[in-house]
């Protein structure tokens, strides 16, 4: 069993629809990551979270810190927010889960 | 916001060659860097922790002497594939952690497509 899980894997939505995408893991964290890559390979860091949740635009992240358990939500999904998300454990280093592809169809 | 650069962007070699990609953090410095690989299809996976002014800390299973980090100054990491052979084909990408607004957090490199023939 991976030490990070996302689910699901693959995500279709049309536009408009809330996302949500899940991560697990069963390491001791300092922080959590989700990071946004998009084909071309580029990555970006979205949130970084120790407890609690943040706010970015349409994007929310939450995190429970009890339950090893973080949430990545898109609200008013857009078709440029198709890209994989992946979550990453801050041990000391990262530990990614193996990425959630979302594809917002118009 | 800080940024971090990735050179070159893209390499095609000769299995046997020597391949080396720069990793650069433009407006601030890092004494740490992160190289990481990734497969098709699948996440990225930790290769080695690049130290400036010291040796580099790899995980297990990556060969220290086939993928040579130099971390020379504050700003430069460089990943040296020596001998490279076609399983060696992956993206290669850095990151650096950098404050912003007062919490550390990671910038990723572009990343560097290696194809070797």
């Known amino acids: 069993k991976n030490e990070v899980e996302q689910s699901p894997q693959n995500l279709t939505a049309q536009e408009g629809e809330f996302i949500t995408i899940n991560c697990s893991y069963s390491v001791g964290i300092s922080a959590l990551h989700w990071l946004q890559q998009h084909p071309g390979g580029g990555i970006v860091s979205l949130f970084m979270?120790?407890?609690g949740k943040k706010k970015h635009g349409r994007l929310i992240a939450t995190i429970n810190i009890q339950e090893k358990h973080s949430s990545l939500h898109i609200t008013a999904s857009h078709p440029r927010d198709s890209a994989v998300y992946i979550c990453a454990a801050h041990t000391g280093k990262l530990i990614f889960g193996q990425g959630t592809t979302l594809q917002v169809k118009p | 916001g800080a940024v971090v650069s990735q050179h070159p962007s893209r390499v095609i070699c000769k299995s046997g060659t020597s391949v080396k990609i720069e990793c650069r953090s433009l407006?601030?410095?890092?004494?740490?860097m992160f190289w990481y690989r990734q497969f098709p299809k699948q996440s990225l996976m930790l290769m080695a922790t690049?130290?400036?002014?010291?040796?580099?800390?790899?995980e297990q299973g990556v060969e220290k002497d086939k993928f040579l980090i130099n971390h020379a100054s504050l700003t430069l990491s460089t990943l040296t594939v020596t001998s490279a052979h076609p399983e060696d084909s992956s993206f290669y990408i850095c990151?650096?952690?950098?404050?912003?607004?007062?919490?550390?957090?990671?910038?990723f490199g572009p990343g560097t497509r290696l194809t070797v023939l």
């Open positions: 979270l120790s407890s």
């Open positions: 407006d601030f410095q890092a004494t740490t």
């Open positions: 690049s130290n400036e002014g010291s040796k580099a800390t790899y």
């Open positions: 990151s650096a952690p950098a404050l912003a607004g007062g919490t550390d957090t990671q910038y």
